[in-house]
């Protein structure tokens, strides 16, 4: 399952970055989204298109409609700087976006 | 807390086999599903298998069936991925993860990785 996500987002300290995935009736599926620091495993930031987990903060948040699911962070902090995964489950199958390297200057 | 140690990494010749573990601790192992996943250096995210918790369901992404076989012992806490006839496209590091359901989708907890270099 083909996800697709923009190689690069760049977003302005305190201001709302936008970060896209898009897939064949996405919508139709849960959406997950996972923040991968350089050197560091893979953290999961938002599950079923809008959960946190415990530990992440609130300006973390995500909409899933159509065939377009988004990860926003709101008032994105220097430490937000990270690549970013999509993943949906499909036909028993987990797939990943190509990742989105999430500068923030 | 969670927490998921891989191991038995290394240096292995194309054809070859290898044999990866996944100690877990921290919760309840029998409960959830686990996954393995890799990233090839300087890439993106692949995932590789699922197992239900009680290893009664198996999933394997295209490139791996019939090479790779994921199984669980609940009484050892330990998750296994062995992987045979190894091509040098598998060289990557592999992630353990923890799935937030018995069987399914959300890779909640993973752990530190093990890489895998296949090299002749």
């Known amino acids: 399952y083909e996800l697709i996500q923009p190689p690069s987002v760049s977003v302005s300290p305190g201001q709302t970055a936008s970060i896209t995935c898009s897939g064949d009736k996405l919508g139709d599926k849960y959406a997950c989204w996972y923040q991968q620091k350089p050197g560091q495993s893979p953290v999961l930031v938002i599950y079923?298109?809008?959960k946190r987990p415990s530990g992440i903060p609130e300006r973390f948040s995500g909409s899933n409609s159509g065939n377009t699911a988004t990860l926003t962070i709101s008032g994105t902090q220097a430490m937000d700087e990270a690549d970013y995964y999509c993943q949906a489950w499909d036909s028993s199958t987990g797939g990943f976006g190509g990742g989105t390297k999430l500068t923030v200057l | 807390q969670v927490q998921l140690v891989e191991s038995g990494g290394g240096v292995v010749q194309p054809g070859r086999s290898l044999r990866l573990s996944c100690a877990a601790s921290?919760?309840?192992?029998?409960?959830?599903?686990m996954h393995w996943v890799r990233q090839a250096p300087g890439k993106g995210l692949e995932w590789v298998a699922v197992?239900?918790?009680?290893?009664?369901?198996?999933y394997y992404v295209d490139s791996v069936k019939g090479r790779f076989t994921i199984s669980r012992d609940n009484s050892k806490n330990t998750l296994y991925l062995q992987m045979n006839s190894l091509r040098d496209e598998d060289t990557a590091v592999y992630y353990c993860a923890k799935d937030l359901y018995s069987s399914g989708s959300v890779f909640e907890h993973w752990g530190q990785g093990t890489l895998v270099t296949v090299s002749s």
């Open positions: 921290g919760f309840t192992f029998s409960r959830y599903g």
């Open positions: 079923q298109d809008n």
């Open positions: 197992i239900s918790d009680d290893g009664s369901n198996k």
